[in-house]
């Protein structure tokens, strides 16, 4: 029955976060006046289908994926009889402005952005911030030291600005050296200071620490809860690109890529650990799980990587700034090698997340 649960609540997911994302293109292609052929969700054979002006809507039976197929948007190479029988209609998104195409392809990633703020926001009216506040300084660690005391607020550490509690243990987790002194920004009583400190070994714990604990989550006003929204976001946006500066600097590997099958096994984690705090605290997990992974393909979608909307925007822009477009059948190569080495990626990485499942 869990496991049952556990792949439902991983279709939702998935199923939500791709559904914007195709909506953010679908809705801009409307208002620039292209056509869309077919909006769908998910893969392979329809499990129900229907037109409405003109445009198939469908629901398909392989949970992954989606898309906004528009007249004339074709990513692989041109089909010289199609070409000819568009190139006069201007429902065509080849034949729109480069701008209104750029407008289209980026609006994707942003609906992705716009999701994961209205759940931050919704999160932070619900459970509040973990400000990075102490609410307590063990003796005879270095935070006792240093002089720090409960109440005081963390600013900066070692020159990286805190906004959460988590930033302080994302840092001592991945970025601080060990034996390191440690220069502290803080604020107390509306003032800021300034202090130092070395992290101290637990034996017992097998990690550094700094002996400081949280104030927990605190509740704000209106405009805190939505300030804070938008911090959440840059959070989640920048907890992705310093995975893949770890990737590219070989701290981590394709083994620890994860795909769908990856996000079921970390859905069903996120609920086992959730269970002591009952439905609403599973619920409240599951929500801000949800604002990583939309946060996490809006971004994702942004690089520069050839057959996903990044690298249409990189032929867009030399498009804009040189005044006209790259031949479409160079483009469209590029497009086909880029899907083909993600599809190669894609089962590798399927590969590793149901050999995990056995590990």
């Known amino acids: 029955m869990d496991l049952v649960l556990n792949i439902i609540y991983s279709l939702l997911i998935i199923g939500l976060v791709i559904l914007v994302h195709e909506f953010g293109h679908f809705i801009i292609a409307k208002k620039n006046g292209v056509h869309v052929v077919e909006f769908f969700v998910g893969m392979g054979p329809n499990i129900c289908s229907f037109v409405k002006n003109g445009t198939r809507y469908s629901l398909k039976w392989i949970p992954f994926g989606g898309a906004c197929v528009m007249l004339g948007n074709a990513d692989g190479l041109p089909d010289e009889e199609i070409e000819k029988e568009i190139q006069d209609d201007d429902r065509a998104y080849n034949n729109k402005s480069v701008w209104a195409r750029i407008s289209i392809t980026v609006a994707g990633p942003i609906f992705n952005f716009l999701l994961a703020l209205l759940i931050a926001i919704v999160l932070n009216a619900l459970g509040g911030v973990d400000l990075p506040v102490l609410s307590q300084v063990e003796e005879g660690y270095p935070g006792e030291a240093a002089g720090l005391q409960a109440g005081d607020e963390i600013v900066k550490v070692d020159g990286h600005r805190i906004t ?51 104030n927990g989550y605190t509740k704000l006003g209106v405009w805190g809860t939505i300030k804070y929204g938008f911090s959440e976001v840059g959070y989640n946006m920048s907890l992705v690109f310093k995975s893949l500066g770890m990737l590219f600097s070989g701290q981590a590997g394709l083994n620890d890529l994860s795909g769908p099958v990856g996000i079921a096994n970390m859905v069903g984690d996120v609920v086992e650990q959730s269970k002591p705090g009952g439905f609403y605290l599973i619920f409240l997990n599951l929500l801000n799980f949800t604002m990583f992974i939309s946060a996490n393909l809006g971004v994702m979608n942004l690089l520069p990587i050839p057959a996903i909307d990044g690298g249409k925007l990189v032929f867009l822009l030399i498009e804009a700034v040189r005044g006209k477009p790259v031949a479409k059948e160079k483009e469209g190569l590029v497009h086909v090698v880029g899907f083909v080495l993600l599809m190669i990626l894609m089962v590798v990485v399927l590969f590793n997340d149901i050999r995990k499942l056995f590990i």
Do not use: A, C, H
């Open 164 to 214: 959460f509690y988590r930033d302080l243990t994302l840092y001592m987790n991945l970025d601080m050296t060990p034996g390191k002194e440690i220069p502290i920004v803080y604020e107390r009583d509306g003032k800021q200071y300034e202090t130092s400190l070395t992290p101290q070994w637990d034996e017992e714990l097998q990690r550094y620490r700094i002996g400081i604990v949280s």
